[in-house]
T-cell receptor, first 115, second 113 residues
Framework: KQEVTQIPAALSVPEGENLVLNCSFT??????LQWFRQDPGKGLTSLLL?????REQTSGRLNASLDKSSGRSTLYIAASQPGDSATYLC??????????????FGEGTQLTVNP | DGGITQSPKYLFRKEGQNVTLSCEQN?????MYWYRQDPGQGLRLIYY???????QKGDIAEGYSVSREKKESFPLTVTSAQKNPTAFYLC????????????FGDGTRLSIL
């Protein structure tokens, strides 16, 4: 059974700092990996989706990398801002999963960016 | 605007009562999902539906029921058999053929009176 782990559970940084969030998964036979953002009391917003054949994806100040063989993904946030404060979750879709887009989620990293 | 609407935002359940959470989407997505999120934890899949009139149990289906009579709607009933229903419930949808991200509603927070 796929397990997804995110480290650290919480992170507090000063504004302007570059930071890295980590995600690891136990079964490397994945179809894709996705990073989400969740604001308090809200749903999830998709940030980046990396297909298993890709190594990284970029959107603005965000860059996500994927190393399928080692079961790891990182989300890099450049020049962090207070508005980046949220919980970040990663999720993987298993290869060959007959249930379509069924995802396995990590527990999330709660990020606080201090002004 | 296309999206997913969950209602109500807050819901309270009495002992022995069934309650139903609404989820409606106008994205023309075939697949819909219900997740449960407990404090400090990731999402766990309750039920999912790939197409109208069909649905499958997820990892924690006990004490819950769903229906999918229309493509746009996927209501979740939390029955009295669910002994620990207090949680944040999220509905999502996606294009069935995969490779596409899931789109989420803003959730319903269920509490016990």
């Amino acid at each position: 059974k796929q397990e997804v782990t995110q480290i650290p559970a919480a992170l507090s940084v000063p504004e302007g700092e570059n930071l890295v969030l980590n995600c690891s998964f136990t079964d490397s036979a994945i179809y894709n990996l996705q990073w989400f953002r969740q604001d308090p009391g809200k749903g999830l917003t998709s940030l980046l989706l990396i297909q298993s054949s890709q190594r990284e994806q970029t959107s603005g100040r965000l860059n996500a990398s994927l190393d399928k063989s080692s079961g790891r993904s990182t989300l890099y946030i450049a020049a962090s801002q207070p508005g980046d404060s949220a919980t970040y979750l990663c999720a993987v879709r298993q290869l060959g999963e007959t249930s379509g887009s069924r995802l396995t989620f990590g527990e999330g990293t709660q990020l606080t960016v201090n002004p | 605007d296309g999206g997913i609407t969950q209602s109500p935002k807050y819901l309270f359940r009495k002992e022995g009562q069934n309650v139903t959470l609404s989820c409606e989407q106008n994205l023309n997505h075939d697949a819909m999902y219900w997740y449960r999120q407990d404090p400090g934890q990731g999402l766990r899949l309750i039920y999912y539906s790939q197409i109208v009139n069909d649905f499958q149990k997820g990892d924690i289906a006990e004490g819950y029921s769903v229906s999918r009579e229309k493509k746009e709607s996927f209501p979740l009933t939390v029955t009295s058999a669910q002994k620990n229903p207090t949680a944040f419930y999220l509905c999502a949808s996606s294009i069935w053929d995969g490779g596409d991200s899931q789109h989420f509603g803003d959730g319903t927070r269920l509490s016990i009176l």
